[in-house]
């Protein structure tokens, strides 16, 4: 039998809530623990529950999304957090990865994304919605990074929402050595990790 991850999902819509426990609901290999209105509550659940993931809306009342991503990282360091928001402009993306956001999913996505960013985090990785533009992330004037042509296929396949073992296998290296790319490419960034690494990628349109 397969292990559950397990989910807190914080957002202040009840529709909103009532559509990821359904969404959720209907995946075998995720467990919705609860879904909270707020930052604050999102805070106390954490002291009920151990989840490995936080899906955090942007936009809550009290306590914002970003505040909220920061004080998960510092109260509860192992799970990860995925922004999921209606906007998907850079400075939300930078600000919830310095955050300590892990993946990004926009609501308007295929639902689908959603659970693929779910399970990415909980592996590790990094997940940024596939839709985001790197039009709309570009900063003009940054100077691009020179990563090699591995580095900017391994960070594609990232942003893609591949595991670093499927990325391994997709393009026939080990997933040591993936390791090894990604953290260079991590460092020629000055990135703070992978997440980070692809979002810098994705704005100074080195991946799509």
């Known amino acids: 039998m397969v ?14 809530r009532q559509g990821l426990e359904l969404l959720l609901g209907g995946a075998d290999d995720i467990e919705l623990l609860e879904s909270v209105p707020s930052g604050e509550e999102a ?10 993931v936080v899906i955090v809306d942007v936009r809550l009342p009290g306590i914002d999304g970003i505040s909220t991503v920061k004080r998960i ?9 995925v922004v999921f928001s ?3 402009d850079k400075r939300l ?16 996505s295929p639902p689908e994304d959603l659970i693929r960013a779910i399970r990415t985090v909980s592996d ?26 591995r580095e900017r296929e391994i960070l594609q396949l990232l942003a893609a929402g591949l595991h670093t073992e499927q990325v391994a296998s997709r393009i026939g290296l080990s997933a040591e050595t993936v390791k090894s790319d990604t953290k260079r490419a991590i460092t020629k ?20």
């Open 93 to 108: 993306l930078s600000d919830a990865i310095a955050a300590g956001a892990r993946g990004y999913v926009l609501k308007g």
């Open 124 to 149: 590790g990785d990094a997940f940024v919605d596939p839709s985001l533009s790197p039009t709309l992330l570009m900063t003009k004037g940054v100077e691009e990074a020179p990563l090699s042509e």
């Open 86 to 88: 209606a906007y998907g």
């Open 73 to 81: 990282a510092q109260e509860a360091p192992a799970a990860g957090t």
């Open 3 to 16: 292990a559950s991850i397990t989910c807190l999902a914080v957002d202040d819509h009840p529709a909103v």
């Open 189 to 208: 960034l000055e990135a703070d990790g992978r997440v980070h690494a692809v979002a810098i990628a994705l704005r100074q349109a080195l991946i799509e």
């Open 43 to 52: 805070i106390d659940a954490l002291g009920r529950h151990s989840p490995q």
